[in-house]
T-cell receptor
Framework: ETGVTQTPRHLVMGMTNKKSLKCEQH?????MYWYKQSAKKPLELMFV???????ENNSVPSRFSPECPNSSHLFLHLHTLQPEDSALYLC??????????????FGNGTRLTVT | GQNIDQPTEMTATEGAIVQINCTYQ??????LFWYQQHAGEAPTFLSY??LDGLEEKGRFSSFLSRSKGYSYLLLKELQMKDSASYLCAAMDSNYQLIWGAGTKLIIKP
């Protein structure tokens, strides 16, 4: 496989459930990101990891918990979510964070619906 | 505050030319990116401009004016497969990306 792979593609969960989103990149990149994409809104950066260390957390509620066990894998653990958390969650990678000429490579996203 | 403005939706005809504008206000500037996102798919990188001027890449070109805080994406010889959302993002002095809400481009036969 090449590129950035996210699973699952679709997820429906109740507000009391616990679930995890998975992301894997096969590009040899050192930085990985979680973004939230809601309809007609700009992409919202949630977390940034560089070489498995979290370098940014944009005031994301604690019901979202990231995990980066190595530079190729990224998880987003979800618990006690709210209906307003329903969105497309995109994973991305790049050579390094904050490099102006280093574009992001995105996965196809997980469409999350919280009921 | 930091802000990106781009039209919400545009319609164009197959074979024609369309220009998608983007204006930005950021604290410092380290370049502007354009991404294409088909419905239900990943955004994919189209272009990066950091110097003023036009950069051409096949049917797609991107222009930047730093003094005006303005960029556009020009798509020529439109094809039905160009129907997608186009995302503009500016990088600020802290190398953070500031994103626009995207422009949905509809191509009609």
């Amino acid at each position: 496989e090449t590129g950035v792979t996210q699973t699952p593609r679709h997820l429906v969960m109740g507000m009391t459930n616990k679930k995890s989103l998975k992301c894997e990149q096969h590009l040899g990149h050192n930085a990985m990101y979680w973004y939230k994409q809601s309809a007609k809104k700009p992409l919202e950066l949630m977390f940034v990891y560089s070489l498995e260390e979290r370098v940014e957390n944009n005031s994301v509620p604690s019901r979202f918990s990231p995990e980066c066990p190595n530079s190729s894998h990224l998880f987003l653990h979800l618990h006690t979510l709210q209906p307003e958390d329903s969105a497309l969650y995109l994973c991305a990678s790049s050579q390094a964070p904050g490099q102006a000429s280093s574009p992001l490579h995105f996965g196809n996203g997980t469409r999350l619906t919280v009921t | 505050g930091q802000n990106i403005d781009q039209p919400t939706e545009m319609t164009a005809t197959e074979g024609a030319i369309v220009q998608i504008n983007c204006t930005y206000q950021t604290s410092g500037f380290n370049g502007l990116f354009w991404y294409q996102q088909h419905a239900g798919e990943a955004p994919t990188f189209l272009s990066y401009n950091v110097l003023d001027g036009l950069e051409e890449k096949g049917r797609f070109s991107s222009f930047l004016s730093r003094s005006k805080g303005y960029s556009y994406l020009l798509l020529k010889e439109l094809q039905m497969k160009d129907s997608a959302s186009y995302l503009c993002a500016a990088m600020d002095s802290n190398y953070q990306l500031i994103w626009g809400a995207g422009t949905k481009l509809i191509i009609k036969p």
